[in-house]
């Protein structure tokens, strides 16, 4: 159980195009949504946490007309990268925490590579 | 502030050494600690996890950590590495309260040789 998938994989885009990456729980409902971002050879940083139904909370230095979120349901959370820039490069990776179990753990999907040429 | 900190930035074992890493973190409160493990191109996996009870956590692959409350420490040790084992790892923290997010130390690399 506790399952999050996030899609796609992998994407490669142009620059200036938009990109949207998407984070589902598979099999909970997830009250809160975490975006990090991490960049090679470093560690996960925190972009924003949202949820269900209220606008997303960004942390400090990242732009939120850029990574636009929304949080439309209890299992499914999207991240738009507007005007991709090759610096947005990155992989991009989701964690959910559930309603059921209310522990403050985490879980995390298997993470977005994006790539911008 | 909120910070974790992992003392190893890179460490090189050969195989069968005893394996060490340290973490201590700043967090207010009730706190969950965890450790996950980064395989070259691939992604997180939980290694193990501490939400209270007994200090001493078993986890997967051999991997256990010891929470010291006094030291606000949360070391990652393996008495046998294995080749296998070269992989970065990572400490974190939450609150104990649902929702909220994860804080992760900076990683350290693992490099074990056959």
């Given at each position: 159980?506790?399952?999050?998938?996030?899609?796609?994989?992998?994407?490669?885009?142009?620059?200036?195009?938009?990109?949207?990456?998407?984070?589902?729980?598979?099999?909970?409902?997830?009250?809160?949504?975490?975006?990090?971002?991490?960049?090679?050879?470093?560690?996960?940083?925190?972009?924003?946490?949202?949820?269900?139904?209220?606008?997303?909370?960004?942390?400090?230095?990242?732009?939120?007309?850029?990574?636009?979120?929304?949080?439309?349901?209890?299992?499914?959370?999207?991240?738009?990268?507007?005007?991709?820039?090759?610096?947005?490069?990155?992989?991009?990776i989701?964690?959910?925490?559930?309603?059921?179990?209310n522990?403050?753990e985490?879980?995390?999907?298997?993470?977005?590579?994006?790539?911008?040429? | 502030?909120?910070?974790?900190?992992?003392?190893?930035?890179?460490?090189?074992?050969?195989?069968?050494?005893?394996?060490?890493?340290?973490?201590?973190?700043?967090?207010?409160?009730?706190?969950?600690?965890?450790?996950?493990?980064?395989?070259?191109?691939?992604?997180?996996?939980?290694?193990?996890?501490?939400?209270?009870?007994?200090?001493?956590?078993?986890?997967?692959?051999?991997?256990?950590?010891?929470?010291?409350?006094?030291?606000?420490?949360?070391?990652?040790?393996?008495?046998?590495?294995?080749?296998?084992?070269?992989?970065?790892?990572?400490?974190?923290v939450?609150?104990n309260?649902a929702?909220?997010?994860?804080?992760?130390?900076?990683?350290?690399?693992?490099?074990?040789?056959?």
């Amino acid at each position: 159980g506790a399952v999050v998938s996030q899609h796609p994989s992998w994407v490669i885009c142009k620059s200036g195009t938009s990109v949207k990456i998407e984070c589902r729980s598979l099999d909970f409902q997830a009250t809160t949504m975490f975006w990090y971002r991490q960049f090679p050879k470093q560690s996960l940083m925190l972009m924003a946490t949202s949820n269900e139904g209220s606008k997303a909370t960004y942390e400090q230095g990242v732009e939120k007309d850029k990574f636009l979120i929304n949080h439309a349901s209890l299992t499914l959370s999207t991240l738009t990268v507007t005007s991709a820039h090759p610096e947005d490069s990155s992989f991009y990776i989701c964690s959910a925490s559930s309603r059921v179990t209310n522990t403050g753990e985490l879980f995390f999907g298997e993470g977005s590579r994006l790539t911008v040429l | 502030a909120q910070s974790v900190s992992q003392h190893n930035h890179h460490v090189i074992l050969s195989e069968a050494a005893s394996l060490e890493l340290g973490c201590n973190y700043s967090y207010g409160g009730t706190v969950n600690l965890f450790w996950y493990v980064q395989y070259p191109g691939q992604h997180l996996q939980l290694l193990l996890k501490y939400f209270s009870g007994d200090p001493l956590v078993k986890g997967i692959k051999g991997f256990e950590a010891e929470f010291i409350k006094s030291k606000f420490s949360f070391n990652l040790r393996k008495p046998s590495v294995q080749w296998s084992d070269t992989a970065e790892y990572f400490c974190a923290v939450n609150s104990n309260q649902a929702g909220t997010a994860l804080i992760f130390g900076k990683g350290t690399t693992l490099s074990v040789s056959s």
